[in-house]
Every structure is written in C-alpha cells, then in structure tokens.
Nanobody, 122 residues
Framework: QVQLVESGGGLVQAGGSLKLSCAAS????????MGWFRQAPGKEREFVAT???????TYADSVKGRFTISRDNAKSTVYLQMNSLQPEDTAVYYC????????????????WGQGTQVTVSS
C-alpha cells in the first residue's frame, strides 16, 4: 500500500519560513518524480515544485527564489523549504509521486498525500 504523509505545516507570519516533509511508503522511491502542489480555498490545485529521479528541479514562477525542493532517497522523503512566505501562499500543500508524465500536471501524478495546511498571516 502506497502512502505519502506530509508534515510541517502550520501558522507563520509573513516573511517567515516553514519546511514541509513528505514521507513516502513506496517501493523504489528513487525512481519517482516527486512534486508539491497546493490548493487555496475556492481555487484549483496548482503546481508548486517538482524534483525528478535524477534531482532536476522545476518551480512555479510564483515561488521561484523562495522555495526549495529536495529529496533524500535513503529516507524516502521529499522536502519543501519555504522562505519569505506571503499570505498568498496560504493553502493546503500536497505531495505527489509520478513515474511518467508532465512535471507540473497534477493529473499525471499517481499517488497523493492527504495534505498539510500552511497559513501565512499578514
């Protein structure tokens, strides 16, 4: 049974930082592209960042320069370091895993976590 479990969300003031983690119970984790998506109330789920099996990173323009995605294959964990957080970053953050497909297309991801809430106050 594949499981992705996010943690690290919370309430932070604008300008602050949070680090999200996603622990994966997934065979051959290192073969998967891992992504972070987010969904704010009343909005569609949107791409945040992704890291490929060989470590290549892609970011949404809205988070480029502020967020950093990384992975530890030995721990089957992917991280999202979020700096300079702004109120518009408030959302539920989801991690996801895919083997093939577009890096920033949510529909191509096979497995999803339950999400962790990030709230940024102004």
């Amino acid at each position: 049974q594949v499981q992705l479990v996010e943690s690290g969300g919370g309430l932070v003031q604008a300008g602050g930082s949070l680090k999200l983690s996603c622990a994966a119970s997934i065979r051959a984790f290192s073969n998967y592209r891992m992504g972070w998506f987010r969904q704010a109330p009343g909005k569609e789920r949107e791409f945040v960042a992704t890291i490929s099996s060989n470590g290549g990173r892609t970011y949404a323009d809205s988070v480029k320069g502020r967020f950093t995605i990384s992975r530890d294959n030995a721990k089957s964990t992917v991280y999202l370091q979020m700096n300079s957080l702004q109120p518009e970053d408030t959302a539920v953050y989801y991690c996801a895993a895919e083997l093939v497909g577009s890096p920033n297309r949510a529909d191509d991801y096979l497995y999803w976590g339950q999400g962790t809430q990030v709230t940024v106050s102004s």
